[in-house]
């Protein structure tokens, strides 16, 4: 394993790191002002589209699709420094690159099983950035951290699908911009148990689809992600060309979107906790409690201490993870992608909350930008999988070795 930048990685991580110099750390202030002023909180400021056009015109746009037919064709290690360079600002970086989940899971969705009306009709928008989309799984009624759980039912007539179901936690579904959801069903319930489910499009103007309510994630809105929508469909109905793939095939699918989103995830993590721990160097540097510099006290030299220690090891994962999803695939990797599943949120959420400690009161105000990380890093506890069904699973893989 080679983790050197190779001569693409090493110009497209400077071009970035200036972006982020340049534009987006001085846009973080005007970001928070322009959405204290919408009246629709889970609307997009204005700068986010500037951002986006200056990211088109250095070249960073589509990085994360690796297949150069509708993106970057960057490879999972030599996307991996980009990711996380975005994640020092997950709520701008992302989506200035048009790299920001739920739109680049759909999109990879679309583009490895997506028909070619499909592709046209959906990918083509939401790889230009014109559009946003959702992802419709989680259900309210069922623990869907088992998806052969999921409820909603999809159930040919004749020449379409009729959807009926509630779903909650859609990410990106209280975008303005959202004018597509794909939503996981059962078509089958009586067929093998990962053999049940399916996926299909569904225009978010479709009759019969309301979007109840905006989920909160810890009192944020979470709008960078789309927003996530309870979300309730009553005899909806669509042409049968809106399915994707075959019938039967969303648990395959599902598992085809969640790989990379979950090392994705965890690349951006490691940027919010490098972007954590430089808050706290920086402000232990300049605070004198007791009669010294908050630096020279003990404990403090011990969190940034472990800090880096603890990124430099979910680092070597994640890149480990990502060499092997690009040499064996993403089933040859399954063992690693649970790891870092495990590991990097719950260093990212250590990380920053010694950040928010050094800081006092200031850590969890608004004045900076740690309270917001930490919620995201708490929540990716949860999203895509808890930490206890990873755990189990990965487990139950380990001890086959001596079975």
């Excluded at 959807?163 to 319930?189: E, H, L, Q, Y």
């Excluded at 808050?279 to 630096?295: D, K, N, T, W």
């Amino acid at each position: 394993m080679d983790f050197r930048f190779d001569t693409r990685t090493a110009e497209l991580h400077e071009k970035l790191t200036d972006f982020m110099q340049e534009e987006v750390y001085p846009a973080e202030p005007r970001f928070e002002e322009e959405l204290a002023r919408l009246d629709d909180p889970w609307a997009r400021p204005p700068v986010i589209e500037e951002l986006k056009a200056a990211a088109r015109d250095r070249g960073l746009w589509n990085l994360f699709l690796p297949d150069d037919r509708f993106g970057a064709g960057l490879t999972n290690l030599q996307y991996a420094p980009l990711a996380e360079i975005t994640g020092r600002s997950p709520h701008l970086a992302p989506e200035a690159l048009n790299c920001a989940a739920p739109d680049t899971g759909n999109m990879e969705v679309l583009a490895g099983f997506g028909s070619p009306e499909q592709q046209d009709r959906w990918l083509k928008p939401l790889l230009e950035g014109q559009i946003r989309s959702a992802f419709c799984m989680t259900e309210p009624d069922v623990a869907s951290s088992d998806a052969t759980n999921i409820a909603t039912r999809i159930e040919r007539d004749g020449d379409a699908y009729v959807i009926n179901g509630r779903k909650w936690w859609s990410s990106g579904a209280m975008n303005p911009n959202c004018v597509i959801f794909i939503v996981m069903g059962k078509t089958d319930p009586g067929a093998e148990r990962h053999r049940q489910q399916s996926m299909i499009l569904v225009p978010r103007d479709t009759p019969g689809v309301t979007v109840k309510r905006g989920m909160h994630v810890f009192g944020y809105t979470d709008a960078a992600h789309g927003g996530h929508a309870e979300v309730v469909f009553e005899d909806v109905r669509v042409p049968a060309d809106h399915l994707i793939a075959d019938e039967g095939s969303g648990f395959a699918i599902a598992q085809a979107r969640l790989g990379p989103g979950r090392i994705h995830h965890c690349m951006r993590l490691i940027g919010m906790a490098e972007r954590a721990l430089q808050l706290m160097c920086e402000r232990v540097s300049e605070r004198v409690a007791f009669g010294r510099p908050l630096a020279e006290q003990g404990v403090v030299r011990d969190w940034i201490a472990e800090s880096r220690v603890r990124i430099e090891q979910a680092r070597l994962l994640v890149l480990k993870t990502a060499w092997l999803m690009d040499t064996v695939g993403n089933k040859g990797a399954h063992t690693e992608i649970q790891a870092i599943k495990i590991a990097v949120p719950q260093m990212a959420e250590w990380v920053i909350d010694k950040a928010i400690q050094a800081h006092g009161a200031a850590g969890v105000s608004q004045d900076t930008p740690l309270a917001a990380l930490w919620s995201q890093a708490r929540t990716l506890r949860l999203a895509d999988g808890p930490d206890e069904v990873h755990r189990a699973s990965l487990a139950k893989r380990e001890l086959r070795k001596y079975s």
